[in-house]
């Protein structure tokens, strides 16, 4: 919301008047009352509107705004511009805690169990998973794609995580201590009981395809050719016949 009487809400309004108008290095401290100011905006889209020539107002220097002012030539109106910026700010902040936490509700587990699934400790998989939503936030205007962006940098933090240099060398260890109390990733522990049995390579494609995922879309994401993936699914898939035959499953 857009305050008309900014000034009596100011963070500078009991400061000594004298220390908004100093120079050089001075300047910076009297900036420094600008930040967490709850009426920045409107300080600054009065002193650009009006012109004002002299001190610190919303932040910024006297050169700092004539600055603005030539690079912005063609604005007739810096209230309306900073006030409708703001709006659209507070739109898509609102939009992106929205669809982001609904991305992370839905997928949280889905993502460990993933992980679980290609061959990561219960512990892990939930570290791996939380960096790669952390890093999400930080570019998630730019990710076509969110669900499968976090699902190869989750993979890839795993791998960092085991301090593998190469993806052949991840371990196929059974991690039989899954909590009971999550039965979307309990539910999968006779899938992992059986895909254990792989090579860890093997596994880990066979991850991707129980996750959903195309050859090209695992090859993205374990940093390697799609052949090799095929390859290494159509391996995997020969030796679970052979288990599933050996274990009695018809």
Not at 148 to 157: I, L, P, S
Not at 218 to 228: D, I, R, S, Y
Request: aromatic fraction near 8%.
């Amino acid at each position: 919301m857009w305050v008309e009487d900014w000034s009596t809400l100011a963070a500078c309004r009991t400061t000594d008047p004298d220390e908004l108008f100093v120079q050089e290095t001075a300047q910076l401290r009297a900036k420094a009352v600008c930040n967490g100011c709850q009426v920045r905006t409107e300080c600054l889209a009065d002193a650009l509107d009006n012109r004002v020539e002299f001190g610190i107002w919303g932040g910024m220097t006297e050169a700092e705004r004539r600055a603005l002012l030539d690079r912005r030539p063609t604005v007739t109106s810096w209230r309306r511009l900073l006030k409708t910026a703001r709006t659209e700010y507070s739109i898509s902040t609102r939009r992106f805690e929205e669809d982001f936490g609904q991305l992370f509700k839905d997928s949280l587990h889905r993502l460990i169990g993933f992980l679980i699934t290609a061959g990561a400790r219960r512990v892990d998989a939930e570290d791996a998973v939380q960096m790669a939503f952390i890093e999400l936030a930080k570019v998630w205007d730019s990710v076509e794609h969110p669900l499968a962006w976090v699902r190869k940098v989750a993979f890839r933090m795993w791998t960092k995580i085991l301090a593998k240099s190469r993806i052949d060398e991840l371990v196929p260890t059974f991690p039989d201590y899954i909590e009971r109390d999550n039965d979307e990733i309990v539910g999968q522990s006779q899938v992992i009981h059986i895909l254990r049995q792989l090579p860890p390579l093997q596994q880990a494609v066979m991850a991707f395809e129980y996750d959903g995922c195309s050859p090209t879309e695992a090859a993205e994401a374990m940093g390697m050719p799609a052949v090799n993936v095929r390859q290494n699914l159509h391996r995997a898939r020969a030796n679970l016949a052979k288990i599933l035959n050996k274990e009695g499953f018809q």
